[in-house]
């Protein structure tokens, strides 16, 4: 155990992985998914989707290996939409979307990484589901632009 973070299980990055950081939101995990689900076949139906290979795979690698190190309990699908707008977005599940601008405008993969990180800890702490649990989930239309 890291000692500066000993007593603070919250904090310490041994413990990556075993914290419940999904705290606040009633709904199951298997509702998150559906709901997940149901609006990533709205985004796809509304935008495009990059469909090449070789993009496809190096952002899927990269999402996978930061989802591995993270606290996500639930398998991601990561999907790139063909954007020039720098914007990244994950909804509750693990349905998670990634725009060519990110990718284009990025100056190393680190930034790039550092984009679908914060997006990966949204998911892990359940921030849609806790919204939608409330009834604030926007319009999927908002997000696509």
Known sequence: ???????????????????DVARGSTSTRSKGIALGKQMAQEVERQA??????????????????LVRNSDAKVPFTIKVIDSEEINAFALPGGFFF????????????????????????????????????????????????
């Open 1 to 19: 155990m890291t000692p500066a973070f000993a007593d603070d299980k919250e904090k310490n990055p041994d413990e990556i992985g075993n914290r």
């Open 48 to 65: 495009k989707i990059v469909d090449d290979p070789v993009i496809a795979e190096y952002v899927n690698r990269i999402g996978q290996n």
């Open 98 to 145: 990634v725009n060519t601008g990110i990718l284009l405008n990025a100056d190393n993969e680190a930034e790039m990484a550092g984009v679908m990180a914060h997006e990966i800890g949204h998911v892990a702490a359940r921030h849609g589901t806790r919204q939608a649990t409330r009834g604030e989930i926007a319009q999927i239309g908002s997000i696509i632009r």
